[in-house]
């Protein structure tokens, strides 16, 4: 086909079944074409492409593509989205690790984002990338690299929770989760070491549990007649006490 997406995505589904060496060099010049000039415009076809590239280099490493050159394609144009909705930039940074190269350059792409979004304070954002960094580095046994990315995520969503106001009941159950996840996230990072970290939080969300009962709300209703459930159950005990 001339349609370079038909190729890639088609012909990936075949490489599926044929692992043709031949076939992912062709699968991915197709993606790379369609990258160059998509074919398909919504906010979200880079990722795709990008992600559907990695998938299949992640498995089948093709020695002629040039992956560094796609990598540095890639990071620049991760660069150019910080501010973009949703998540796309996260998913084509997680494609990159699993290609399982340049992983120092992916690392620090990482941080790079996360500094930006810890500078303009976008803290949903700031624990989704270290989790998935969290993730990268229990996966790759980077024990070290592991314990200080649980502390930043714990120390994290302390900082959210404080962004919302302690004294007001409409807040309390936000706040009680991010110092619930901060909590476990310093379990993770080290149980014994970091308990008086837990302890503080624990503390520290007493009365906010407190002030989160004032916003259940009571549900009234009529009267339940339940004398007929007590007789039907009376006669269940009579006859298996009979056995």
């Given at each position: 086909?001339?349609?370079?997406?038909?190729?890639?995505?088609?012909?990936?589904?075949?490489?599926?079944?044929?692992?043709?060496?031949?076939?992912?060099?062709?699968?991915?010049?197709?993606?790379?074409?369609?990258?160059?000039?998509?074919?398909?415009?919504?906010?979200?076809?880079?990722?795709?492409?990008?992600?559907?590239?990695?998938?299949?280099?992640?498995?089948?490493?093709?020695?002629?593509?040039?992956?560094?050159?796609f990598l540095e394609k890639s990071i620049?144009?991760?660069?150019?989205?910080?501010?973009?909705?949703?998540?796309?930039?996260?998913?084509?940074?997680?494609?990159?690790?699993?290609?399982?190269?340049?992983?120092?350059?992916?690392?620090?792409?990482?941080?790079?984002?996360?500094?930006?979004?810890?500078?303009?304070?976008?803290?949903?954002?700031?624990?989704?990338?270290?989790?998935?960094?969290?993730?990268?580095?229990?996966?790759?046994?980077?024990?070290?690299?592991?314990?200080?990315?649980?502390?930043?995520?714990?120390?994290?969503?302390?900082?959210?929770?404080?962004?919302?106001?302690?004294?007001?009941?409409?807040?309390?159950?936000?706040?009680?989760?991010?110092?619930?996840?901060?909590?476990?996230?310093?379990?993770?990072?080290?149980?014994?070491?970091?308990?008086?970290?837990?302890?503080?939080?624990?503390?520290?969300?007493?009365?906010?549990?407190?002030?989160?009962?004032?916003?259940?709300?009571?549900?009234?209703?009529?009267?339940?007649?339940?004398?007929?459930?007590?007789?039907?159950?009376?006669?269940?005990?009579?006859?298996?006490?009979?056995?």
């Open positions: 086909s001339k349609c370079a997406y038909f190729n890639a995505v088609c012909g990936e589904s075949l490489w599926m079944q044929k692992h043709n060496i031949e076939l992912a060099r062709k699968v991915l010049s197709s993606y790379e074409e369609e990258l160059s000039n998509p074919s398909i415009s919504n906010d979200y076809i880079y990722t795709e492409l990008t992600v559907g590239l990695c998938r299949l280099y992640s498995k089948c490493k093709v020695k002629d593509f040039d992956f560094e050159n620049h144009h991760i660069e150019e989205n910080y501010d973009a909705s949703g998540y796309g930039i996260l998913f084509i940074l997680n494609a990159l690790l699993d290609c399982c190269k340049d992983t120092e350059q992916i690392e620090k792409a990482f941080e790079d984002a996360i500094s930006y979004y810890e500078s303009k304070d976008v803290l949903n954002k700031v624990i989704g990338f270290l989790e998935d960094l969290e993730a990268f580095y229990k996966k790759d046994k980077r024990l070290e690299k592991l314990k200080s990315t649980r502390i930043r995520i714990a120390q994290t969503h302390e900082k959210f929770a404080n962004k919302y106001d302690w004294k007001n009941p409409e807040h309390a159950h936000i706040i009680i989760s991010h110092i619930h996840s901060a909590m476990n996230a310093w379990g993770r990072a080290d149980e014994k070491a970091f308990k008086s970290e837990r302890q503080r939080l624990a503390k520290r969300i007493e009365p906010v549990k407190k002030l989160s009962l004032q916003t259940l709300k009571r549900i009234s209703g009529g009267e339940i007649d339940l004398s007929e459930w007590i007789e039907t159950s009376k006669q269940f005990i009579e006859k298996t006490n009979k056995k």
